[in-house]
T-cell receptor, first 111, second 117 residues
Framework: KQEVTQIPAALSVPEGENLVLNCSFTDSAIYNLQWFRQDPGKGLTSLLLIQSSQREQTSGRLNASLDKSSGRSTLYIAASQPGDSATYLC??????????FGTGTSLTVIP | GAVVSQHPSWVICKSGTSVKIECRSLDFQATTMFWYRQFPKQSLMLMATSNEGSKATYEQGVEKDKFLINHASLTLSTLTVTSAHPEDSSFYIC?????????????FGDGTRLSIL
């Protein structure tokens, strides 16, 4: 079974800082990997989807990279804003089906 | 685009009651839908995967007779928690995807908080 670890578990930064969230997974035979954010008591919002053949994806201030062979992905957030405060989850996906989630990184951006 | 609506958002009911949760894709056809459960301060745990028109595939440890999943159309899946007990209290989240293989991203509903008294 896929094990997903996200480091750090919690992060607090002043507004405007660039930051990196790390995700590692044990089974490198993934089909894709998706990054999400979850606000308290809410569902998940999809941020970026990287296919296994890709190395990175960018959307606005977000950039996600994938090193499938080493079982790692990073999410880079540029010029952080208070509205970025949320829990960030990475989910490596197997073909067709299972997404396994870690416990996420709880981000607080201080104004 | 890619909106997933989940209803109800909050349910409180007595032990022994059956509860139905709906998950709808509003602006795309959801070939595949997923149901997750999330306990406080824990991550999402996949319960089952359903492809439209097929029986759901349940994860190990999830009782298929207790958690009934129906995915009869390309825009609707339902999860029925039968004879719910306090230990079933949790946050249930559905997601939907427009393909079966995984080339498209999953889009999540806002979740249903289920409290069994």
């Amino acid at each position: 079974k896929q094990e997903v670890t996200q480091i750090p578990a919690a992060l607090s930064v002043p507004e405007g800082e660039n930051l990196v969230l790390n995700c590692s997974f044990t089974d490198s035979a993934i089909y894709n990997l998706q990054w999400f954010r979850q606000d308290p008591g809410k569902g998940l919002t999809s941020l970026l989807l990287i296919q296994s053949s890709q190395r990175e994806q960018t959307s606005g201030r977000l950039n996600a990279s994938l090193d499938k062979s080493s079982g790692r992905s990073t999410l880079y957030i540029a010029a952080s804003q208070p509205g970025d405060s949320a829990t960030y989850l990475c989910a490596p996906g197997a073909t067709g089906n299972q997404f396994y989630f870690g416990t996420g990184t709880s981000l607080t951006v201080i104004p | 685009g890619a909106v997933v609506s989940q209803h109800p958002s909050w349910v409180i009911c007595k032990s022994g009651t059956s509860v139905k949760i709906e998950c709808r894709s509003l602006d795309f056809q959801a070939t595949t839908m997923f149901w997750y459960r999330q306990f406080p301060k824990q991550s999402l745990m996949l319960m089952a995967t359903s492809n439209e028109g097929s029986k759901a595939t349940y994860e190990q440890g999830v009782e298929k007779d207790k958690f009934l999943i129906n995915h009869a159309s390309l825009t609707l899946s339902t999860l029925t928690v039968t004879s719910a007990h306090p230990e079933d209290s949790s946050f249930y989240i559905c997601s939907a995807r427009g393909d079966r293989l995984g080339n498209q991203p999953q889009h999540f509903g806002d979740g249903t908080r289920l409290s069994i008294l």
